[in-house]
């Protein structure tokens, strides 16, 4: 098996199972907490209005807003690494048919495999800082999966123009 | 690619023929496979034309009692709506959830099918494997569907009901079934044994498959980009104008101001459906570029003629696009583009039911020359 294959099946399977623990935490340890909490802060806000409560209302929109934020991102987060992992072992399977030589084929899996594990890394970092640093870490995750993607489109069109 | 050479006899043969033998690991989890995609496409389907827009406008309903309710200061009604919210939404949650689980287990199932072969583990043990894995991929989504219905009746626990654990035993059989395989195939990575023959579904290079292959990777491209673009322009302001539009929908509640509650909740309501159809559209550009990319490397099972096996692949592409492309412009032309998506989708089941069948062919005709035909 050559390496470049290797690393894309090997390391996809390695992050589905990741994803899927993850996922697998985060339902039964916080799923449902989260879920509680958009709910019942969202609930708890209009029953502040309908108490005439501003103050209490704003809080509990606070609440429910950073709530669903932190919700939505986890669930990105577990989705997108499975998405991903399917997709490496996918692309490693029908990787002897692009055409480019053995070290650019394995610089190509390195690069998707890294950007598969750190595009959804930089997410989850955004539920614990809303900075731009764990947006940049998410961007340089997508930017190298997109980069290694274009390299397979390119290498598989390769082939198809020698071949045809 | 090499095949692993167990000291089984009945691990030893050639592909071609054996790897795809009757009851097979790999006939059960490719026909499954695709059975299983065809049965969650057709649920979502109908799913999406009889109950999706229904259950949102029920939410939208209750909502706006919720909304009212805290104008008039009733805060019993306040929660009752609430409640209802809660109900309208694990009402479509759990039919979102069958649907995506009975395709995705559906796509593990072609995985798993194509990575068979280079699994240290004799065939019966693989195809019980394969069964167990169908049975938890059934088990898991029914029993999804069924919670809303069943609920904690007769449940011996106070917050999970039968439906619930029956679901979460499907997803334990996929789990140890997963598992089986993976242990094989780790054997086959550390393992020096000698390897004998090629895998003949992975050494095809027609037409058909080529333009599987790349055409679902340039979907799968094309679903990054959107993502990427929607990440970039929308999320963020979707996130601040939904907590934005419910503030001033509170407030105008406070206010007894009717008018801005009806418009604040028309707002809330068309920034829903803006998010839903971007996430609908890059889910599922993805997600059909990766049942493409599958389906390449399945098509020398096909058993169709060249210029029918080519088609049914372009038609699967064209619904493959035109669904999300429809779903995304579903805002601007409303119906229009509702109707042409599920057109797209309907295309996609047409060419991937046309895939199948081609395979229960090719089936039919080695059962007939091994002579397992009665």
Redesign the interface.
């Known amino acids: 098996?050559s390496s470049g294959r290797?690393i894309l099946?090997?390391g996809g399977?390695a992050l589905a199972?990741w994803g899927?623990g993850y996922g697998l935490w985060y339902a039964v340890f916080a799923e449902h907490q989260a879920l509680n909490s958009i709910?019942s802060s969202?609930?708890e806000?209009?029953?502040?209005?309908?108490?005439?409560n501003?103050a209490a209302?704003?809080t509990a929109?606070s609440k429910?807003?950073e709530a669903?934020?932190i919700y939505?991102r986890q669930v990105d987060v577990h989705g997108h690494w499975i998405?991903l992992a399917?997709?490496l072992?996918?692309?490693g399977?029908?990787f002897?048919?692009i055409k480019f030589s053995q070290r650019y084929k394995v610089a190509l899996a390195r690069t998707l495999l890294a950007g598969a594990v750190i595009f959804p890394f930089g997410v989850l970092l955004q539920t614990f800082n809303h900075g731009p640093i764990p947006r940049g870490i998410?961007i340089l995750g997508?930017a190298l999966?997109?980069v290694a993607?274009?390299g397979?489109?390119l290498g598989?069109?390769a082939r198809?123009s020698s071949?045809g | 690619m090499p095949f692993y050479q167990s000291p089984d006899a009945e691990n030893t043969k050639e592909m071609g023929q054996d790897s795809f033998a009757p009851l097979s690991a790999r006939r059960l989890l490719v026909l499954g496979g695709i059975g299983l995609i065809l049965i969650g496409m057709l649920f979502g389907n109908i799913f999406a034309v009889f109950v999706l827009h229904q259950n949102a406008s029920r939410v939208s309903a209750s909502l706006a009692t919720a909304a009212h309710a805290a104008l008039a200061g009733d805060s019993s009604l306040v929660d009752a709506s609430f409640q209802d919210v809660g109900s309208f939404l694990e009402n479509r949650g759990t039919k979102v959830d069958t649907h995506v689980h009975m395709i995705d287990f559906g796509y593990l199932a072609l995985l798993l099918a194509i990575l068979v072969p280079w699994t240290a583990i004799k065939e019966s043990i693989k195809r019980r494997l394969a069964w167990l894995f169908l049975t938890g991929a059934v088990l898991l989504p029914v029993g999804v569907f069924l919670i809303h219905y069943v609920g904690l009746a007769y449940s011996p626990m106070q917050s999970i009901g039968w439906a619930s654990i029956f679901a979460d035993l499907g997803g334990l059989l996929v789990l140890i079934a997963t598992l089986g395989f993976l242990l094989g195939l780790g054997k086959i990575f550390r393992s020096q044994v000698p390897l004998a023959g090629q895998d003949g579904l992975l050494q095809d290079r027609s037409r058909t498959g080529r333009i599987l292959l790349a055409g679902g990777l340039l979907m799968v491209l094309a679903g990054f980009l959107h993502g990427a673009y929607y990440a970039g322009f929308d999320l963020y302001r979707h996130e601040a104008l939904d907590s934005s539009i419910l503030r001033s929908m509170g407030k105008a509640a406070a206010a007894n101001d009717a008018r801005m509650v009806d418009r604040s909740l028309e707002a809330y309501g068309l920034l829903q459906g803006d998010k839903a159809v971007n996430i609908a559209a890059h889910a599922h550009i993805i997600e059909f570029g990766l049942l493409a990319m599958l389906l390449a490397f399945f098509q020398p099972y096909v058993s169709l003629r060249e210029t029918w096996k080519l088609r049914w692949a372009c038609v699967l592409i064209i619904g493959s696009v035109l669904l999300p492309v429809c779903v995304l412009l579903e805002l601007r032309y409303g119906l229009v583009a509702g109707g042409l998506a599920d057109i797209g989708g309907l295309l996609v089941i047409i060419a991937l039911l046309a895939m199948w069948i081609g395979i229960l062919r090719y089936t039919g005709q080695l059962d007939a020359q091994s002579g397992d035909v009665r």
């Open positions: 098996m290797r099946i090997l399977i199972l899927m709910g969202l609930a806000a209009f029953d502040a209005e309908a108490g005439r501003p209302a704003e929109f429910y807003t669903k934020y939505e998405g399917m997709l072992i996918v692309i399977i029908g002897d048919r998410a997508s999966v997109f993607i274009g397979i489109v598989l069109a198809q071949a």
